[in-house]
């Protein structure tokens, strides 16, 4: 998916898949060599004021998985990374100033969508937001650098590859407040009602009343099949 002219393409192991948590297609990466490259553009460079969102979906938790970055290469040159590291937190981590903005303790599980936001308003004031609600904030005036590099989504640095699924990944030039985070989480959440008649069959249904379709936070009508 683009909006606003930012086409990734896929490199390595990345296909689009017709699995996604919200919309028809996400990313899938297989851990090894596959991501998606974004050519460098000015409004990728992230300021005082953004938010950075994507939902992921892992298929292997162990060892760091990069959800995204902006980097010139290993090493102490410019860039920028949000990921999940082995010792098992999620981090953002920017260079120059080698700051790690914050160590949030987190371990997903395989197999699950997390919706994952990470904000910075021009008080330098960060916010992280997993699934809707926040769940840390600090103060840090680390400058965030324009790395002369493309954008990279499911890796950085050419390690950390991604295993599993990314979708609706998203950089705004602003800092969404606490409830537009939590409105885009609502609105990406999707479920069925289940139905059990003789203690081990269960059916799933959507508003069509067939399996083939999904409630989301905001619906309202239930399924006349269910009456």
Do not use: C
């Not at 090493?75 to 920028?80: A, D, E, F, T």
């Not at 953002?92 to 160590?103: D, I, L, R, S």
């Amino acid at each position: 998916d683009s909006y606003g002219g930012n086409n990734g393409t896929a490199v390595g192991g990345a296909v689009a898949t017709g699995v996604a948590n919200w919309g028809s297609n996400s990313g899938s990466f297989n851990g090894t060599d596959g991501y998606a490259s974004v050519a460098d553009n000015p409004s990728l460079t992230l300021g005082t004021n953004f938010t950075i969102e994507l939902w992921a979906n892992f298929s292997d938790v162990s060892g760091e998985k990069i959800f995204m970055g902006h980097d010139e290469g290993g090493g102490y040159v410019n860039k920028w990374i949000f990921w999940k590291r082995g010792a098992g937190d999620i981090t953002f981590h920017v260079y120059p100033g080698n700051a790690y903005v914050f160590n949030y303790p987190w371990n997903p599980v395989q197999n699950i969508w997390y919706h994952l936001a990470v904000t910075r308003n021009s008080n330098n004031d960060w916010k992280l937001y997993i699934n809707g609600s926040n769940v840390l904030s600090e103060n840090n005036s680390v400058v965030t650098p324009n790395s002369n590099a493309p954008l990279t989504i499911g890796q950085s640095e050419g390690i950390g590859f991604f295993n599993g699924l990314l979708d609706e990944v998203a950089i705004y030039n602003a800092a969404l407040s606490a409830a537009e985070v939590a409105a885009h989480y609502a609105g990406g959440v999707k479920f069925q009602l289940a139905a059990n008649n003789d203690n081990s069959t269960w059916s799933y249904t959507g508003p069509d009343g067939t399996a083939n379709t999904y409630y989301t936070a905001t619906s309202t009508a239930i399924s006349s099949a269910l009456n």
